[in-house]
């Protein structure tokens, strides 16, 4: 049972930090769509068009938008587990 507890308690944390990250490649994203650069996007792309760039960003985003509903569902079955 305390497995169980400590394995949500994991997920949910996961989550908290790809909400985050996700949030965060969305702010470099609107930077770029704007036409402005921030240190991160400058560095995460070095040799990439500003376009390249965008695209990285946006497949980014979508791939954590897939890991942060798995995650949901992952927490919300062990929450059933635990009741």
């Not at 770029?32 to 240190?39: A, D, E, H, I, T």
């Not at 991160?40 to 960003?57: E, F, H, M």
């Amino acid at each position: 049972m305390l497995e169980a507890i400590t394995g949500k308690n994991n997920l949910e944390s996961k989550k908290g930090k790809k909400l985050a990250r996700r949030e965060s490649n969305r702010r470099d994203l609107m930077s770029l769509n704007n036409g402005k650069n921030n240190l991160k996007t400058i560095l995460k792309g070095v040799g990439q068009s500003r376009q390249a760039k965008i695209q990285a960003l946006s497949n980014e985003i979508s791939g954590s938008e897939i890991e942060i509903e798995n995650t949901i569902m992952l927490v919300q079955l062990v929450t059933v587990y635990l009741y």
